[in-house]
Nanobody, 121 residues
Framework: QVQVIESGGGLVQAGGSLILSCATS????????MGWFRQVPGKEREFVAS????????NCADSVKGRFTISRDNAKNTVYLQMNSLKREDTGVYYC??????????????WGQGTQVTVSS
């Protein structure tokens, strides 16, 4: 059974930082590309970042480029999202997704339940 569990969300002031973690089980993480998405009520799920299986290549949405960094530790079956210089518009539920490099959420195979990130001014 595949499990994807996000953690690390919370309330932070604008300009602050958070590190999100995505722990997986039931899969061999090194065989999957991974992604992070976010969603706010009433809007579609939005691509944030993705990382290739080996971690050699990453991709970020323009809205977070230069502020967010995706990384992975295959030995720990965990993917991370380092978020710096947070803005109010970064508020949302952040989801970890397994299986692709694509910015289209439909391309992913497994999803976590999400972790809430709230950025206050």
């Amino acid at each position: 059974q595949v499990q994807v569990i996000e953690s690390g969300g919370g309330l932070v002031q604008a300009g602050g930082s958070l590190i999100l973690s995505c722990a997986t089980s039931g899969i061999t993480l090194s065989t999957y590309s991974m992604g992070w998405f976010r969603q706010v009520p009433g809007k579609e799920r939005e691509f944030v970042a993705s990382i290739r299986r080996s971690g050699s290549s990453t991709n970020c949405a323009d809205s977070v480029k230069g502020r967010f960094t995706i990384s992975r530790d295959n030995a720990k079956n965990t993917v991370y999202l380092q978020m710096n210089s947070l803005k109010r518009e970064d508020t949302g539920v952040y989801y970890c997704a397994v299986g692709n490099w694509n910015s289209d959420p439909r391309a992913y195979d497994y999803w976590g339940q999400g972790t809430q990130v709230t950025v206050s001014s």
